[in-house]
């Protein structure tokens, strides 16, 4: 349980990350990622709208790594959330949509977070031992 724990606290301080960025500064953020001076400034609300989902994956995250056992829901809905985002991610770097710059962690994260939760998840070790 000790990985799980630490493989949740670790997206959990990923999703605090991003959503703090976006939230606090997503004007800042916009040109980290390269989008300046591209998106119109009402980008800024979709960012804002991120960061509440990211917060609360944050909050999730350190849930779960408090009880994982009791709080598999909250794992299970973030490997589909980095499944979805790595696909997205793949997909728009393909078409040539978005750069590695631009997409940053996002091109490799999901594929080490899916495969951490997967391997420690509260199930699969029930059923190994």
Same mark, same amino acid.
């Given at each position: #349980? +000790?990985?799980?724990?630490?493989? /949740? ?8 990350? /991003? *959503?703090?960025?976006?939230?606090? =500064?997503? %004007? ?5 990622? *390269?989008? +300046?001076? =591209?998106?119109?400034? $009402? &980008?800024? $609300?979709?960012?804002? #709208? ?5 917060? *609360?994956?944050?909050? %999730?995250?350190?849930?779960? =790594? ?6 598999? %829901?909250?794992?299970?809905? #973030? ?8 696909? =997205?991610? !793949?997909?728009? !770097?393909?078409? *040539?949509?978005?750069? /590695? ?15 951490? !939760? !997967?391997?420690?998840?509260? +199930? +699969?070790?029930?059923? &190994?031992?």
């Amino acid at each position: #349980m +000790r990985a799980l724990r630490v493989t /949740l606290v670790t997206i959990g301080v990923f999703q605090l990350a /991003l *959503g703090a960025m976006f939230l606090v =500064a997503p %004007g800042a953020s916009a040109e980290v990622l *390269g989008l +300046r001076p =591209a998106a119109p400034a $009402w &980008a800024n $609300w979709l960012f804002a #709208m991120m960061a509440a989902r990211f917060l *609360g994956y944050a909050y %999730g995250m350190f849930a779960a =790594a408090r009880a994982p056992r009791i709080r598999v %829901g909250w794992i299970d809905t #973030m490997i589909v959330v980095q499944a979805v985002d790595w696909t =997205a991610t !793949l997909r728009y !770097l393909a078409v *040539g949509d978005l750069s /590695l710059r631009q997409v940053s962690t996002a091109a490799f994260a999901p594929v080490f977070f899916i495969g951490a !939760l !997967l391997w420690f998840h509260p +199930r +699969r070790q029930t059923v &190994a031992y």
